[in-house]
């Protein structure tokens, strides 16, 4: 039977992370259901896909067990798992790695390994949300009068994340003039996890800050917003609730409001751990005779084999993947694809998209404006994003603040309503079309738009 494949996201990851992420779901009990998926190039960026039907059963089965829990339980349970998956981080990079034998460090990385499949496995049930009752919730709503407001009010965090706060404790020392050379500092020393989104990524630096800085235009009105409009989205979030009479609904629209926060939450513990554990990566490295980035291409089964001296040819193999990769999972059996064979695999797999294709999505944020596209996709490309631009991007995330205020509008590939460009265009007043699933391949550098956030269309100008 022909397998339908079903895309969640694009990143930039190297194998490794990969290598980790396409095998979750493998072992869990009632959610051991998910035996084949794929992460294929697209563009600068790994995509990966789920079959189809595998999905629907998880989130069929996800949904269920949450409606049964009950969501402010689970919610501490949830949050629970990323503290722990974070202190063991930290306990784990107490060690002296330099003083670890081969074996130890095999043993060290089968550790680390089995820690993140655990993790990861969390990670991804925030899209199992954001796939079932998130759109459930959408769709009904949009039926109603003034129903994108609710789904607004609906998906802001009930909480402050610690990235969100860092952004504030930003924002109150431009308010107050408080920014001298020790504050920068302590700030940094502080918050260098925030820009971290796998093994190999710098850490947050003083230049990072201080352009984080310069995107400010005024702090003051920004603290302003920002608390007016979460105080507002709970009012209205609890009258809309209180007024549901069918008993599933009310349970549902709970559980999409939790993971407002929730989805945002996972960054909070997830790039603190990664950055605990780059020394460790630092001394894989070093034993290998690689960068940083370079030892994070193998995937945890090959580092384990070179550790036990079963592969020597492992530079080669780096440098080719290095060009290009593809990670399929077949019947729970995990295959990479390197250099040309990649290409080939992928010929077969990735959906051609026709460049006078239509791009729609879901209007976010509302407006309508006119400008011209750059694509950024990393924070790498950060620097050729100049102010008054449209941002495009598969999904933005917390390290993409500053260039988010200096967008007329905001185009995304992905998301859903409780995703962050929805939430941080909203407080921002930005215009925002998301899940357009092509913006980035139909799109170029340059190209003059007009997007109009009320309807959810992007036109291409001539």
Sequence with gaps: MKIVWKKIWARKYAPFMCGVFIQTFQSRKGFNISKNKLFVPEGNLYAIYFAGQELKKLISNYTNFLIKFGIKKYAIFYEGKFREFLAWAKNFSQQNFQKLNNKQLDFALSELTEKMLESSEYQFMAFLVTEGLAKEVEEKLMEVE??????????????????????????????????????????????????????????????????????????????????????????????????????????????VHYFGYLKEMRDDYRRQAYYHLIPFWQEIAKRLNLTLEESNFLISEELIAIFRGKNSDYRSLVKRRMKKFAITLRNGKIKVYSGGKASAKIAKLVEIINPEQKIEGTGASGGLVKGRVKIINHREEFGKFKAGGILVTTMTHPEFLGIMRQAKAIITDEGGITCHAAIVARELGIPCVINTKIATRVLKDGDLVEVDADRGIVKKLK
């Design 146 to 255: 003034k129903g994108w407001d609710i789904l607004s009010a609906i998906t802001t965090p009930y909480k402050t994340t610690l990235i969100a706060k860092a952004h504030l404790v930003l924002l109150k020392m431009v308010r107050d003039k408080k920014i001298d050379q020790r504050s920068l500092k302590n700030y940094v020393e502080k918050y260098a996890w925030l820009s971290i989104y796998e093994y190999s990524d710098k850490p947050w630096s003083m230049g990072d800050v201080l352009r984080s800085l310069k995107s400010i235009r005024n702090a003051a009105k920004e603290l302003n917003d920002l608390n007016f409009g979460r105080v507002k989205a709970k009012k209205e979030y609890l009258n809309y609730l209180r007024k549901i009479k069918n008993r599933r609904f009310r349970k549902i629209v709970e559980i």
